[in-house]
């Protein structure tokens, strides 16, 4: 898959439905394990690693965030092993539109983002 296929928005607004329903839940998932729930619902085209994966998280945290104030979403996708987002994920969050401080961290994001949606 590519960013500019027509599937791509849809596969966009898939992921974020997951990663929602996660978050209401108060777990994190797996970047295999999303590209696995991604495939089950015919996307199956998402590696977890790099490539389209990258671009996909990104759009997840500016989807209806376009400002990128609100918590970031995509933090709660953790590599298997350290349990941790990426180091592309600390990236993202510096860069605009998102704007993190020096003394931003991922744990401080991921509270954010299980206090938003708990309860939704």
């Known amino acids: 898959m590519r960013i500019k296929d027509p599937e791509y ?7 974020v439905e997951i990663l929602r329903k996660r978050a209401r839940q108060g777990e994190t998932i797996t970047y295999g394990d999303l590209s696995a729930e991604l495939k089950t619902q015919g996307f199956d085209s998402i590696p977890p690693h790099r490539g389209i994966m990258t671009h996909l998280l990104k ?40 704007g993190r401080s020096a003394a931003w961290s991922w744990q401080d994001e991921l509270q954010n983002v299980f206090t938003q949606y708990r309860g939704k």
């Open 9 to 15: 928005p849809a596969a966009v607004e898939a992921a």
């Open 59 to 98: 759009d997840v945290c500016l989807y209806s965030n376009e400002d990128g104030r609100a918590p970031m979403l995509s933090v709660i996708v953790v590599n298997k092993a350290s349990r941790e987002p990426s180091v592309q994920f600390s990236s993202l969050a510096r860069s605009l539109p998102f």
